[in-house]
């Protein structure tokens, strides 16, 4: 079970569902901060985040992710895997992660936007350089109107 989500040397973040239990977050925290090297330990309940810094001539980064990794799994054991076993309660599991899906609606209107703003835009171009004018000014219209759909989507961001 991975929790490690990002790491830089003298710095690594673990992230997991588990960890939004602020005792067991607690009981994480602790152990890293015994570690020689560990210079601070920051941990947020709400996200089930932990954020370490330590000295990378005091503990390797690699050792540091290997530490990270078995203590985790140590305190946050994984489900069996054996289902038959597990009763179904019918609420999902705090530590599966939800299936995505393709994207809230505002995401794939703005990925489908940026689509053909680039479409319309080369074939656009394209027209203007063999002089269709009648449509290189069809295609500029569409590339307006997904311009259009694009800062609509990010319209509380444009002025900031």
């Not at 003298?10 to 939004?20: C, E």
């Not at 607690?26 to 020689?36: K, M, Q, S, Y």
């Not at 601070?40 to 089930?48: E, Q």
């Amino acid at each position: 079970m991975n929790c490690v989500v990002s790491s830089i040397p003298g710095r690594v973040r673990l992230r997991h569902a588990a960890l939004r239990d602020s005792s067991r977050l607690a009981r994480l925290g602790a152990v890293v901060e015994g570690w020689p090297g560990v210079l601070s330990v920051t941990m947020n309940a709400r996200t089930g985040s932990l954020l370490a810094t330590y000295d990378v001539d005091r503990l390797p980064e690699r050792d540091c992710l290997a530490r990270c990794q078995a203590t985790f799994a140590g305190l946050a054991p994984e489900p069996a895997a054996d289902s038959a076993t597990a009763p179904d309660t019918g609420a999902p599991s705090p530590v599966a992660r939800p299936a995505r899906r393709s994207g809230a609606p505002r995401v794939r209107a703005n990925r489908l936007a940026k689509q053909g703003m680039l479409a319309s835009l080369a074939v656009s171009m394209l027209l203007a350089a063999i002089g269709a004018k009648r449509w290189h000014i069809w295609t500029g219209m569409f590339f307006l109107h997904a311009l259009g759909v694009h800062l609509w989507v990010h319209h509380r961001n444009l002025l900031r």
